[in-house]
């Protein structure tokens, strides 16, 4: 059974850090992995898909990467914004089931 | 620009009570999926939905039904509701397989007493 997990639970950073958060997973036969943003009492927004076969991807101040041997990824943003204040949870999918970390809820302070 | 539109957004029920989320969208996605999110948890999987007329079991199916009678709606069902299915519930919608081009309703907060 595939699980996945992301540490820290929170993170509180002032303006202006680059921070990274992390995913990991125990299964590495999977088809992609998907970083998504939840803002409060809202649905989830994907940022980035990277595919099994890809090592990263680039949006904006935002960089995704996969070692899928290792089970992990990361998710660095660059030069932190009080706007990035949200909880993001990385999730891995196979065919139609796709598994979700519980998230870091990340605070950018001013 | 629709999208996901979640029903209602808000509800409680008393134990042993039923209801019907219902979850519509205007993109023409084949696939639908009904999750639900509690706290210190990722979402898990409820039941899913390959087209019209089909529905799946997911990970965590136990108590709920779902019905897929039109493409654009996906209703999921709570025929006896217990308090361990207070939690918020979020529909998706995706025109593919496999994780890509996912739209998520807000969702909808639901507590059982």
């Known amino acids: 059974k595939q699980e996945v997990t992301q540490i820290p639970a929170a993170l509180s950073v002032p303006e202006g850090e680059n921070l990274v958060l992390n995913c990991s997973f125990t299964?590495?036969?999977?088809?992609?992995l998907q970083w998504f943003r939840q803002d409060p009492g809202k649905g989830l927004t994907s940022l980035l898909l990277?595919?099994?076969?890809?090592r990263e991807q680039t949006s904006g101040r935002l960089n995704a990467s996969l070692d899928k041997s290792s089970g992990r990824s990361t998710l660095y943003i660059a030069a932190s914004q009080p706007g990035d204040s949200a909880t993001y949870l990385c999730?891995?999918?196979?065919?139609?089931?796709?598994?979700f970390g519980a998230g870091t809820r990340l605070t950018v302070k001013p | 620009n629709a999208g996901v539109t979640q029903t209602p957004k808000f509800r409680v029920l008393k134990t042993g009570q039923s209801m019907t989320l219902l979850c519509a969208q205007d993109?023409?996605?084949?696939?639908m999926y009904w999750y639900r999110q509690d706290p210190g948890m990722g979402l898990r999987l409820i039941h899913y939905?390959?087209?019209?007329?089909?529905?799946a079991k997911g990970e965590v199916p136990d108590g709920y039904n779902v019905s897929r009678l039109k493409k654009q709606n996906f209703l999921l069902g709570l025929e006896s509701a217990a308090p361990s299915q207070t939690s918020v519930y979020f529909c998706?919608?995706?025109?593919?397989?496999?994780?890509?081009?996912?739209?998520f309703g807000s969702g909808t907060r639901l507590t059982v007493v």
């Open positions: 998706a919608s995706t025109p593919l397989a496999g994780g890509r081009g996912y739209t």
């Open positions: 299964d590495s036969a999977i088809y992609n």
């Open positions: 990277i595919q099994s076969s890809q």
């Open positions: 999730a891995v999918s196979k065919n139609n089931d796709m598994r």
């Open positions: 993109m023409n996605h084949e696939y």
């Open positions: 939905s390959v087209g019209e007329g089909t529905t």
